[in-house]
């Protein structure tokens, strides 16, 4: 766990950091996001002491780290830089088996982790290890990077911007490589970018930054959602939770207040109501507003001689969804069952809305073309 | 043709003094650049950890170098008196700046990116030093003993004048007794001479630029 307590940088006169507190816990992919001057590299780097914080204190697994030898703190974590920091003078195996070599590590633990880690990011081993880092591309070299970071399994890895000189294509290819690599290895991740889809793709959590201080701190969704900041919201991208439809829930496009009506109405009044307003069919609530079922024009002018009431023709037997589940599900649920309309209820059955196909293309309507 | 017949024969003639001449000249040239590498890289190196110095060293090797050799040699006989040993201390006096000079500005221009990545990985600063920065500003180095070599050649047929023997002394003969041959026969060997080192150490530049770097 890496804890920020009160910790201030100044350069000079100016403070870059006014006092921030973070705690990242153990295993968790964070990202340090912001616009450039924001203090987000700064705070990075005052985790493996390449800055000192001017006051305040820093914390691993609750030891200080301003007390402990910055040479062995570095060298129990990774750190991987936008430039990739590759050393050109020595092989794609000498690279990454130099920190094991300062290690003092025997040459052939050396040389089989370094094969593992080729292999780990994707490298054939046998083609790269005595290559030299310029007769690789951007993307090949900055795996080697990533490679050379993990070369002493360390608990923490630092990742500076490490992706934003790359072209975009690679970028993704590294980052949904990065992704998986996490998802096996499950380190420490502290990542710096200023790219607002890298952040979401890849952090569990997101650390917005701006003027040294830390604005919201939070898992994608909720940045998303519930932005706490309107500079939060604005660099997020006001449009930005509609490109991400996993994030879009049923709450934000359903119909709040749908038509419905209770089991005791007779269909005269029921095809009333529906006229009235404009719909083909009918929640069936219960005095308590609980769903109990729905039925339809179709419904009724079948049954027009033959029932009287409502109770006596709804359909009992309603799909549903709760108001915090994604419109991906929705959209699968639809098409699957053939239904154009799906009531969203709360835990407890009570009755919380209406997603229609129309009322559904009129909001997605709004959000991507309006 | 027939001229340059004639210079042949004459340098062929006293091909065994031009030789010893040529033997001292090495000598000279050889001592007193060692010394200036021995010195110089160490030294390059202080400045770039104590920014404070490298403007007094540049400076200091700056004014060393504006200084014309003659007078230089004419400052040193009271203290070292006359013979190789002044002469060297001149040679290497004026070798040492190009290596001051590129020892520092190799090491300085090592890319930042470089320094950082290791020093996150967590290198000592000799670690860096050695491992890293060294290795890499190794070519640029390289360029400043090969100028200060070149130079060092010429500059040691001023040695004769002092009595410290090598080419240059059968050049002032030859100019005391106005005979042209004579000239000849100890300039064409110094130069022959400063091509030859200028085209070793070329050689050996490229040697020590690390694989990586070469294109």
């Known amino acids: 766990m890496i804890r920020f307590e009160n910790v201030v940088k100044k350069f000079g006169d100016t403070e870059v950091i006014k006092g921030i507190n973070l705690e990242i816990g153990d295993n968790e992919l964070v990202v340090l996001i912001g616009p450039s001057g924001c203090g987000k590299t700064t705070s990075l780097k005052m985790i493996n002491r390449l800055i000192e914080p001017t006051s305040g204190t820093i914390y691993i697994n609750d030891q200080d780290i301003l007390k402990s030898n910055p040479i062995d703190l570095r060298r129990n974590m990774g750190y991987v830089i936008q430039q990739i920091g590759l050393f050109p003078h020595m092989t794609v195996g000498e690279n990454i088996e130099l920190l094991p070599l300062l290690k003092n590590w025997p040459k052939e633990k050396r040389r089989k982790r370094a094969e593992e880690l080729l292999d780990l990011v994707g490298m054939s081993p046998n083609e790269y290890m005595d290559r030299y880092p310029s007769e690789l591309s951007g993307g090949q070299q900055q795996r080697i990077g990533v490679a050379r970071a993990l070369a002493t399994n360390p608990e923490i890895i630092l990742m500076d911007e490490p992706f934003s000189a790359l072209d975009p294509i690679t970028r993704t290819q590294l980052q949904d490589e990065l992704f998986n690599l996490q998802q096996e290895l499950k380190k420490t991740i502290v990542f710096v970018t200023h790219d607002m889809d890298e952040a979401l793709k890849l952090g569990d959590r997101i650390c917005i930054m701006r003027d040294g201080q830390v604005l919201q701190f939070d898992t994608p969704e909720v940045l998303l959602r519930h932005p706490s900041h309107g500079f939060v919201e604005e660099f997020i991208g006001k449009k930005r939770m509609w490109q991400q439809p996993e994030y879009v829930k049923v709450e934000d496009i359903m119909i709040q207040n749908p038509i419905k009506a209770m089991p005791a109405r007779t269909l005269t009044q029921a095809m009333e109501i529906m006229s009235a307003s404009g719909v083909d069919s009918l929640l069936i609530v219960d005095d308590k507003n609980k769903l109990i079922g729905i039925a339809t024009a179709g419904d009724i002018r079948q049954n027009w001689d033959k029932a009287k009431k409502l109770d006596e023709i709804y359909k009992r037997e309603v799909l549903g969804v709760r108001p915090e589940d994604s419109i991906v599900e929705v959209l699968k649920m639809m098409a699957q069952n053939n239904i154009g309309y799906v009531p969203v209820t709360d835990a407890k059955g009570t009755l919380k809305g209406l997603i229609t196909r129309s009322s559904l293309v009129k909001v997605l309507g709004e959000k991507y073309v309006g | 043709m027939a001229v340059i017949n004639e210079y042949l024969r004459f340098m062929m003639d006293r091909s065994d003094q031009i030789l010893a001449l040529t033997g001292e000249h090495i000598y000279l040239t050889f001592i007193a650049v060692v010394i200036a590498i021995a010195i110089g890289v160490p030294l390059g190196i202080l400045i770039t950890r104590v920014k404070k110095l ?162």
């Open chain 2, 54 to 215: 490298s403007g007094f060293v540049i400076g200091l090797a700056n004014a060393v170098q504006a200084m014309p050799s003659l007078a230089m040699l004419g400052f040193l006989i009271p203290f070292l008196g006359i013979g190789s040993k002044p002469s060297i201390v001149m040679i290497f006096l004026y070798s040492l700046l190009p290596i001051i000079k590129n020892t520092y500005i190799g090491l300085t221009n090592v890319d930042k990116s470089m320094i950082e990545s290791g020093k996150g990985m967590g290198m000592t600063d000799g670690q860096l030093m050695r491992m890293v920065q060294f290795p890499l500003a190794l070519p640029v180095i390289m360029a400043g003993v090969r100028i200060s070599a070149v130079t060092a050649v010429g500059l040691t047929t001023l040695a004769a004048l002092i009595g410290a023997g090598g080419l240059g002394q059968m050049i002032y003969r030859g100019i005391s007794m106005v005979n042209n041959k004579m000239i000849i026969s100890g300039a064409i060997p110094a130069m022959i001479l400063a091509l030859l080192v200028d085209f070793i150490l070329g050689i050996t530049e490229k040697a020590v630029t690390p694989k990586g770097l070469k294109k």
